[in-house]
């Protein structure tokens, strides 16, 4: 035990800094936010007078299945008398991995 950091040391260090300085360079991006579900909007409209009405947070995976329910609200929905209802599918972004 000559030297409590030798050559090798040293060597070693810097080789794992190289490394972890090149992961970063290589693979660094910055986080860019996807589609992460559905969610439904319901309107309840007279007229041209339109309404958000408030709905369920669960969100759906796909955009098929939120569109499939969607649909069944607009055709078994009860809005107040003089109303329509129109229900669309928006897309949820946010981060994937978090």
Do not use: K, N
């Not at 693979?27 to 319901?42: L, N, S």
């Not at 329910?69 to 009860?78: D, N, R, V, W, Y």
């Not at 008398?81 to 599918?89: F, H, K, P, V, Y």
């Amino acid at each position: 035990m000559r030297e409590i950091v030798g050559f090798r040391h040293l060597a070693g260090i810097l080789l794992v800094l190289v490394a972890g300085w090149a992961w970063v360079w290589v693979f660094d991006r910055p986080a860019q936010a996807a589609t992460v579900g559905y969610r439904i909007e319901v309107r309840a409209c007279r007229g041209s007078d339109c309404r958000l009405l408030p709905v369920s947070g669960r969100r759906w995976g796909g955009r098929f299945a939120c569109e499939g329910h969607a649909s069944t609200i607009e055709q078994f929905g009860e809005a107040p008398r003089g109303r329509t209802l129109s229900a669309r599918c928006v897309a949820v972004d946010g981060m994937v991995g978090a």
